[in-house]
Every structure is written in structure tokens, then in C-alpha cells.
């Protein structure tokens, strides 16, 4: 089970936003309507950017299942970590908050604070671990992840605070 525990968690956002959105789809702030397209086309940007992020997600996932590929280290696995639960977790939370929130500035500072953690949490863990010993197919994996998240996030902070 434990070697499933970083698949399992690469699904958590995208599931948890759908379960949350549907819960709060009457909200006003969401701006979902009764026809087609149904959801601001932020909504539909963060899927397919989303998706590519989970699609590269998965296939590092199973790169680094292959026995012939390089293990993935534990001071990396807690790097990885750190990232994902002291940055990705309480900008998930704050972010959502955000949306739903009438007044969605009052989240401003916490989110960039917590941005700019997550930032600096991946790039350690993109130029200690992977910078030198990745070939160009894992880097490849590890760049939709890393840039289909940041689109993603970049177009939900718009329907936040833009839109």
C-alpha cells in the first residue's frame, strides 16, 4: 500500500475540488450555470492543465516503478514531501476558501506566502535531486507536473481574484 501512497495522493486535489465543487455548486461566487458549458472556462482550464500535471504525475509514478530505473532517494521523498503537504495542502485549503469567500483578499497574503514556499520547496527538490540525474524523459514528466500545476493554479488565482 505504501508504494501506492504518492499515486493515491496525486489524485486528492483534482477529486477533492470536484467533491467540494459539486457540494458548493450553488454558491454564487462559483458562477456555474444550468446549460452548456455549465463552469467558467477557468473551471475547464484547470482541468486540462490540471490533467496534464496528473498525466505527468503518473507517468514518473511508473518510471520510477521499473526496476531498471533509479529509486527515487528518502531525503527526496521528504522534500517531495514538504512540498506537497506544508505548500500544496494549505494552498489547496486557503485557495478555496478564497473562492468562496466574500471577500477574497483577505486570503491574498496568506496564499503568496504559502506560493512562494511551495515554489522554493519545488525548486529544491527539481535542482538538488533532479537537475544532474534526470534524463530528458523523466525531466519531461517532472515539467508537465510541475508547469500543467502552475498553469493550473495560476488560472484558478485569476477566477479568484480577476475574474
Known amino acids: ?51 496534464v500535471a496528473t498525466v505527468g504525475g503518473v507517468l514518473d509514478w511508473r518510471y520510477h ?14 522534500a517531495e514531501a514538504a512540498a506537497l503537504g506544508l505548500g500544496g495542502i494549505p494552498m489547496f485549503i486557503l485557495m478555496f476558501l478564497a473562492m468562496l469567500s466574500a471577500k477574497s483578499t483577505l486570503f491574498l497574503i496568506p496564499i503568496l506566502i504559502i506560493l512562494i514556499y511551495t515554489v522554493v520547496a519545488i525548486s529544491y527538490d527539481e535542482f538538488v535531486f533532479h537537475r544532474k540525474r534526470c534524463g530528458p524523459l523523466e525531466n519531461a514528466y517532472h515539467r508537465m507536473l510541475v508547469f500543467g500545476n502552475g498553469v493550473a493554479w495560476l488560472i484558478w488565482f485569476h477566477f479568484i481574484f480577476v475574474a
Request: zero cysteines.
Open 1 to 51: 500500500m505504501r508504494a501506492y501512497l504518492s499515486l493515491i495522493l496525486l489524485f486528492i486535489p483534482a477529486v477533492l475540488f470536484g467533491i467540494l465543487l459539486f457540494v458548493f455548486k450553488d454558491h454564487e461566487n462559483l458562477k456555474i450555470i444550468n446549460n452548456f458549458p455549465y463552469l467558467p472556462w477557468h473551471f475547464w482550464g484547470m482541468v486540462l492543465f490540471g490533467g
Open 65 to 78: 516503478r521499473n526496476p531498471l530505473h533509479m529509486k527515487i532517494p528518502k531525503k527526496e521523498r521528504e
